[in-house]
Structures are given as C-alpha cells and as structure tokens.
C-alpha cells in the first residue's frame, strides 16, 4: 500500500481519522506503525498528503490528516476491452487504474464466452476491492467510471462513433497492421482492446467504420493483460 485511501466515515474529527479495518492490519502489520510516523494518504475522489500517527494499540490507529495536495493526473484516455476470463479480468482492471486510466468500458465480442459476464468478478464488491487495491497501488484516489455492454454491433454502431468523434484518435490492436501505437502517443485516444484470439474480421470491420485504426504491437500474441499495459504504456510516452 502505497497510499492510505480514506473515506468520509473515517474522520472522527476534522483532521484525525480512525481506522481498524484492512488498511490498519497493513499500517500494523507490513508499514509498521510507531508513534508520530509519516506515511501518505488520500480521501476518495479528493486530495493527497501526509498522515501522522497520533496514536494506536492492537486493534485501531488514530492519525492525523493533511490533504492539501491534487491526486495525479489521468492519462487521456479511453479504454475499450474485450471482457476478459475472470481471472484475468481484475489483473486488467488493476493495471489500467495504475497507469491513470479513468474510463474503461468492457465489451461483449465474438471469441468471448458469454459465461464470463455472470462471473463473480464482475460484482460491484468485487471491482470496488480491485479499484481501491489499484489506487493504494499507484497513489491515487479518484474512482475510474466502468461501463459495460454486452452487445458488440449495437456498441461498435451506436456508442463508439460518439465516443471517438470526442477524442484526437481511436485505435485497436491488430497484428496484421503496419501502424505502431508510438505514433499517436500522448494524444486523447480510444483505444480497443480485443480478446486474446483477436477481433473477428467482421469486428475488425465494425471497428474501421467507426473510424478506429489498427495499429500492432508485432506478430506475437498476447495476453490481455499484458497487451493492455504495453500499449497504454505506449501510449503515454
């Protein structure tokens, strides 16, 4: 845990919190609390800091609050993924939150089983214990918006025009193309994240109509989750 994420319900007073749940067996147990140690913080969707410890025993600490400083700010842009396997699916979820990722829609395609969109990853539980896990990861505290359709047509027809007509670039993984991601780094971008076995032709289609363009990493394939953070890492050089 690299940031301490707080929630309104923490504050016992104005400027010291308590706290007594997961967060504090971490402090306890990993961060090591001791008298008047520092370690950073954040509220939820608000500001960072530093908190002090004012006191603890074996079951809560009571820090003291300073949040006076912005979160980090987001990388410009939009992520579009094929829903992964359940495994995989918080491992992608994770990664785009910790490289600033802060709109991600997951999407039905034709290589996805229909069986992953009743998968218990997907509970709203769930995804808030990975988004709060991310966050203290990367030093973040402002929630990441999560659409999910599973229809591909309608989305692709009806949804992703709008979508990439608000940004500089729409882009899609492909290894058949000749464009590599560097090009359009650091623009306002949609980026499409197919399944692991890659868009259907006729998607691909569906993608090009929208005005996407393809671009490659190379011929290998990859997991999704490591083509999600190669090529948002390419991205945002």
Known sequence: MNLLLLESSDFIAPGRVKISDRRFLQLRDIIKLADGKIFRAGIINGNTGNATVAEFTGDYAVLDVELTAPPPPPVPITLVCALPRPQTFGKVLHGAITMGVKKLWFIHSRKV????????????????????????????????????????????????????????????????????????????????????????????????????TAVTLGQRVLRTEFAVSALLAKLSL
């Open 113 to 212: 089983e229909k069986s992953y969109w009743h998968s218990s990853a997907l509970r709203d539980d769930a995804v808030d214990k990975e988004i709060r896990l991310a966050l203290e990861q990367c030093g973040d505290t402002v929630y990441p918006e999560i659409i999910y359709r599973n229809r591909f047509k309608p989305f692709a027809e009806d949804e992703l025009p709008e979508l990439i007509a608000g940004a500089q670039c729409a882009l899609f993984g492909h290894p058949r193309s000749e464009k590599r991601p560097e090009e359009f780094a650091g623009k306002n971008t949609v980026l499409l994240i197919g399944p692991e076995g890659g868009f259907s032709d006729y998607e691909v289609q569906l993608l090009s109509e929208a005005g996407a």
